[in-house]
Structures are given as structure tokens and as C-alpha cells.
């Protein structure tokens, strides 16, 4: 069975860690822009290739650069068509249910995702694009960073093997602890509304 990592390998490898780094700013820009694709497990995948912190400081500038770009680009988009008016009122009633009713909910999206495309979101509830960005930008160095951070003691006090064993270990529990956040959050919030 072909791991994500030999996959990236695969497409972009024979290309350097240039070709990788562009691979995940599409892969995030693509997440950021459509729908979730678990950027997380091709991000600590590419960084397997190259396990330092140069390289891994460059991944980490693309995972911004697309997070950011593609919220400033959807924001763009929408703000050019006309959104129906249905979905403007369940975007406007659902940032009631959520906790924070303001722009910091962008930070709180890295840890527990609650918004989807965000940059449509930020426009059809009229927040500030500069804050949105900014929180954005700081979700991105928290979370990915501290992958990052973790990729890099597993690979420096593990081999190989265990050290891409034990990242996804780590990864796939980010992913699970975010998601379970995300239920349990809007089931309180919800529970709130209805008391």
C-alpha cells in the first residue's frame, strides 16, 4: 500500500523540495478555497522529505500564503455575485449559534472547524477582511507550526519509520480532537439557544 508521502514523492519528488512546496500551497489553497482535504497529513508528509527546519519553514510560509490567499480570494468572489438570499439568513442565524460572533472565530476555526469557506463567510457577514486574514494567519503559525514542531522531535528521536508513524498518529489525533470540538461546541451552543 502506497503511503500519501511516497504519493507526494511520486508526483513532485524527482522535482526537489521546490516542487513539494508549491504541492502543498495548492493542496491548502484547494482546502482553503472547495472543501476539506486533510491538508495536514500531505503537509507533514512533504516535510518527511526534507526534516529540516529550513524546509520546514518553507512549507509552513506556503500552508499561510494559501490559507490566506484563499480567504482574501473567496471573500473577492463573493463579494462579486449575488448570494441568494436564503443562505445569506442561515449564514447570519448560524454565526448566532457559534461562540464567538466576530472575527476571532477564524482563530478558534483552526483548532475546532465550525466555518466552511470562510472567505464567502467573512462576506456574507460583513467582518473585517484585514482582522479575518490576520486571524488566519496567526491559526495557521499555531497549528501548523506546532505540527511542525512535532514532525520535527519525532523524526530527530525516532527513525524513520516510526518517526512518520508516530507524525500520523499525531496528526490523525489533531484531526479527531478538532472534530470532536467542533460537535460538542455546537451541541452546547445549540443546547443554549433552545434554554
Not at 502506497?2 to 508526483?11: A, D, F, H, K, N
Not at 482535504?37 to 516535510?47: D, M
Request: glycine fraction near 8%; hydrophobic fraction near 55%.
Amino acid at each position: 500500500m502506497i503511503s500519501i508521502g511516497e504519493w507526494l514523492y511520486g508526483l513532485f519528488g524527482s522535482e526537489g523540495g521546490p516542487a513539494l512546496v508549491l504541492c502543498i500551497f495548492l493542496i491548502f489553497l484547494f482546502d482553503a478555497l472547495f472543501f476539506p482535504v486533510l491538508p495536514e497529513l500531505f503537509y507533514v508528509s512533504a516535510f518527511f522529505y526534507d526534516p529540516s527546519l529550513p524546509f520546514g519553514l518553507c512549507l509552513l510560509a506556503a500552508a499561510i500564503a494559501a490559507e490566506t490567499f484563499g480567504l482574501v480570494a473567496l471573500y473577492l468572489i463573493v463579494g462579486k455575485i449575488r448570494v441568494p438570499r436564503r443562505i445569506d439568513a442561515a449564514i447570519n442565524k448560524y454565526i448566532k449559534f457559534l461562540i464567538l460572533g466576530d472575527e476571532r472565530l477564524l482563530l478558534l476555526n483552526r483548532i475546532a472547524p465550525m466555518i466552511p469557506f470562510s472567505g464567502a463567510f467573512v462576506r456574507i457577514v460583513g467582518w473585517d477582511i484585514k482582522k479575518s486574514a490576520f486571524y488566519v494567519l496567526v491559526g495557521c503559525v499555531l497549528k501548523y507550526g506546532a505540527v511542525l514542531l512535532m514532525s520535527d522531535f519525532f523524526h530527530s528521536y525516532y527513525s524513520g519509520g516510526d518517526a512518520q508513524t508516530f507524525t500520523l498518529i499525531f496528526i490523525f489525533a489533531v484531526i479527531a480532537v478538532s472534530f470532536a470540538l467542533s460537535v460538542i461546541t455546537k451541541k452546547k451552543r445549540g443546547m443554549d439557544q433552545k434554554s
